[in-house]
């Protein structure tokens, strides 16, 4: 069964404090990993696809790599804006259908 | 672009009755999804369409839950008869390609 398991479910941070959140994924052919932010009362926000192991995209203090088995969400001298909830989600090879995790939410304190 | 469009924002309705929920996806996508969102499972699919032709039906929950796209502009989900179970976010998204893009979402209570 496809599943997609996002690691820790909470992780509150003092600005400027660097760290991952983990996305692993089981499923039966990977077509694309994506990472998506949530604030409350709001839809998810597209943030990266990414396609092939060892592949990696950056925007402002994000940074998104993938492996084989699992992705990271690197987050570099976060700011308060930052606080969301981080959601991961895979496309498999039959395409069409994103199944996500149950999130990350992230607090980061001034 | 104004982005996926979903109306109402909140509804209030009692066990029983008839909800229908609304989406206009982005111009040009050709690929529209139905989400529900609860603490307890997290944001699941319940339905998609492409070219306004339903592909997977498959998170549908019940017989109580039908979906429609009658035309490439404009979707409904409706819930009839409604349960205090069903009380969740619901988002609509699109695609063209890969990426989907959501929509703000309707909050639905069933008292």
């Known amino acids: 069964e496809d599943q997609v398991t996002q690691s820790p479910e909470a992780l509150r941070l003092q600005e400027g404090e660097s760290s991952s959140l983990n996305c692993s994924y089981t499923?039966?052919?990977?077509?694309?990993l994506f990472w998506y932010r949530q604030d409350p009362g709001k839809g998810p926000e597209f943030l990266f696809t990414l396609y092939s192991a060892g592949e990696e995209k950056e925007k402002e203090r994000l940074k998104a790599t993938l492996t084989k088995k699992e992705s990271f969400l690197h987050i570099t001298a976060p700011k308060p804006e930052d606080s969301a909830t981080y959601l991961c989600?895979?496309?498999?090879?039959?395409?069409?259908?994103?199944?996500f995790g149950q999130g990350t939410e992230l607090s980061v304190k001034p | 672009d104004a982005g996926v469009i979903q109306s109402p924002r909140h509804e209030v309705t009692e066990m029983g009755q008839e909800v229908t929920l609304r989406c206009k996806p982005i111009?040009?996508?050709?690929?529209l999804f139905w989400y529900r969102q609860t603490m307890m499972r997290g944001l699941e699919l319940l339905i998609y369409f492409n070219n306004n032709v339903p592909i997977d039906d498959s998170g549908m929950p019940e017989d109580r839950f039908s979906a429609k796209m009658p035309n490439a502009s404009f979707s409904t989900l409706k819930i009839q008869p409604s349960e205090p179970r069903d009380s969740a976010v619901y988002f609509c998204?699109?695609?063209?390609?890969?990426?989907?893009?959501f929509g703000p979402g309707t909050r639905l209570l069933v008292l």
């Open positions: 499923v039966s052919g990977l077509r694309g």
């Open positions: 998204a699109s695609s063209l390609h890969e990426t989907q893009y």
């Open positions: 989600a895979v496309q498999t090879s039959q395409g069409g259908k994103l199944i």
């Open positions: 111009s040009g996508h050709d690929y």
